[in-house]
């Protein structure tokens, strides 16, 4: 599934608003590559590629600034079970402090995104959410600039007993220029409530080759009054 880094930050400071009771010019433009790239190798990447990110934190929560810095430690796949049945899962360990009001909050979760031996996601677990995969999109193998679709869509829980409800995600992306060898391909995951009004909206950008190599740019999350981007 899609980094949730963003998501557990932005809750850590709507947390900390509560406690506390409140570029250059010359860069010439994006090119239009006409190469196509392959979705499916980036998501396969980035399912099998373990790394260590430093992340750097700015933004905004009810008009106070928010800074902050950490690492995002991501796993290769291990196998598991998640409802039920065989599957892989790959570790997300979310090690960030946040600066807000002159006061410091840390940040520290594992999270784990279960695929299946297609890489096919299944769901989310270990989060605020539980998440289980209701319906699949297709990712190309050959997308151009400009292309878009979904990746899936999945119902959030409170828990794994799947008693309460706690509405709906789906994830898309989108495929934009960058350079004549490279394009950029945005991840986006919106959360909505029960009566279908988006409470969550953030988008993970990466830069890939037609081969599906990537590398990790920026994450931005909307979240009520806190918009925040996360830098690599």
């Known amino acids: 599934m899609i980094n949730k880094l963003k998501l557990l930050t932005a809750t850590a400071v709507l947390t900390l608003l509560s406690a506390c009771g409140g570029g250059g010019g010359g860069v010439s433009g994006p090119v239009a590559s006409t190469e196509s790239f392959s979705?499916?190798?980036?998501?396969?990447?980035?399912?099998?590629?373990?790394?260590?990110?430093?992340?750097?934190?700015?933004?905004?929560?009810?008009?106070?600034?928010?800074?902050?810095?950490?690492?995002?430690?991501?796993?290769?796949?291990?196998?598991?079970?998640?409802?039920?049945?065989?599957?892989?899962?790959?570790?997300q360990t979310i090690a960030v402090s946040l600066v807000l009001n002159g006061q410091t909050i840390p940040v520290n979760e594992k999270i784990d995104t279960w695929v299946d031996s297609n890489n096919t996601p299944k769901g989310e677990s270990g989060g605020d959410d539980y998440i289980v995969v209701s319906a699949l999109g297709t990712l190309p193998t050959a997308a151009r600039i400009n292309d878009s679709g979904n990746l899936f869509t999945a119902n959030r829980y409170a828990s794994s007993t799947k008693a309460v409800l706690r509405g709906t995600r789906t994830a898309s992306y989108l495929v934009e220029a960058d350079t004549a060898?490279?394009?950029?391909?945005?991840?986006?995951?919106?959360?909505?409530?029960?009566?279908?009004?988006?409470?969550?909206?953030?988008?993970?950008?990466?830069?890939?080759?037609?081969?599906?190599?990537?590398?990790?740019?920026?994450?931005?999350?909307?979240?009520?009054?806190?918009?925040?981007?996360?830098?690599?």
């Open 181 to 232: 060898s490279t394009a950029l391909v945005s991840l986006i995951i919106e959360d909505k409530n029960t009566s279908n009004v988006t409470t969550n909206k953030s988008t993970q950008q990466l830069r890939i080759t037609p081969t599906g190599t990537f590398t990790r740019i920026k994450e931005t999350s909307v979240e009520g009054t806190t918009t925040l981007t996360f830098t690599y």
């Open 39 to 91: 979705l499916t190798k980036m998501w396969a990447n980035m399912l099998t590629t373990p790394s260590t990110n430093n992340v750097t934190i700015s933004g905004t929560s009810n008009g106070v600034p928010v800074t902050g810095s950490g690492t995002n430690t991501i796993s290769g796949l291990s196998a598991g079970t998640f409802e039920s049945m065989p599957a892989q899962k790959q570790t």
